[in-house]
């Protein structure tokens, strides 16, 4: 049979493949097709791996010997450049990484590799997953699929881009302040980003450790699970790791936050659109509520504190020394500046610099100590929220996704693309973007879902009905 790439979700391509339709080689054929032909109209893939079809023979030897039961067996994904697959190059599309190959496979790429999975290739970011566009990569911005104009957002661009544009059938990403969810709304995707802790980041490479989370990208709500269900579990090489609940049952109200749309900035479409998800929660039964939440208007300030501090320090180990490309110099200092200096990207300049300013003595309790403060306040106004929501539901962006260029020269209208989307990584709680429409340009439009902490199995039941 000709393999319908276009409306295929890891549910469907399950049944063809246990019901012999098609095997794994010939669906990672199809997926490998497109790539050769598509790949260059929106730049996603950095590298496709030269494995691929083995890696497909070997899921279609399991499927031979009778495995039925493993939803995820033969399934064609790609990942974002900054997991770490052993024996495999890792970039974080830098040029600071140039030559690294990575000596050990993070836990969630394990449990993959586990259930047989075929990873395509290697799929663009901004560098070191800061930014909200692909434009801060080193290997040139990823496009986005509906028009190639415009961003494919990010950082989790090219993840996004590739689900959208039918060159992979699902692709995981990570998310530190929105960089799962905000590409996955303007490509018109569905992006899940779990509780603090659910998935493991050991073989991440870290951007903020207390915000970072691994995460699917998909065609549909289910197949996120699937994969979340997959990757998620206490790791021993990640103490922060925890297990969620069990799905409770669903409360049937959605909180909406009081104000959150009068902020300057949000495009009048955004504000429609959201208006008829509204309109559309209540039809499926939901009771909509009102909610005070009176400090998450502060939360894209404490992100950009807390975020650039966290990067200020785990950016130190990039020294030129111990991982990837290093620039000669007279001394070591001058090693350090060069290696630093040139071969690391403006973006991750500006944070490093932010970063270690909040942190410095007599700057720290004015910005890093208050921001946290904020931290357990923003936390604070979600544990009362979900005393009485199932949910909270906000756009995913506040406008679809904008043309190549157009915030590239100003860090902080390209900070505002997340507005929506930090609050969920600092107060710990998962969050899902599903697509909800298209603007009058034809650009998806996303609603972002985000449930009580350790609650992501409800969160999907709530994601689950606005589908259908
Ligand atoms: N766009 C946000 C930033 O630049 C989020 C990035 C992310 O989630 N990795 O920090």
Redesign the pocket.
Known sequence: MTIDLKNLTIEKAHKHLIGGDFTARELAEAYLKNIEEKNKDINAYLEVFSDVLLQADKADLRFKNGEKDNALLGIPMALKDNLLVEGRRVTCASKIMEGYVAPYSATAIQKLIEKGVVFLGRVNM?EF????STENSAFGVTKNPHDVTRVSG??SGGSAAVVAANLALCALG???????R?PSAFCGVVGYKPSYGAVSRHGLVA?SSSLDQIGPITNSVEDSKIIFDCIAGVDSYDATTISINESALIKKKIGIVKGLLDIEGIDSEVKKNFEESIEKAKGLGFEIVELEMPHISHALEV?YII?PAEVSSNMSRFDGMRFGKKVGGSNLLEEYLETRGQLLGSEVKRRIMIGTYVLSSGYYDAFYGKANKARELIKKDFENAFETVGAVMTPTTPSPAFKIGEKSNDPLQ??L??VF??TA?IAGVPAISIPSGVSKDGMPFGLQLMGAYKNDAALFDIAKEFER
């Open positions: 901004d997953a800061m930014g909200a990010g950082s990570s998310d530190t302040g929105g960089s799962i905000q951007m992100y975020c390209m900070y693309a997340d989307t930090v990584n």
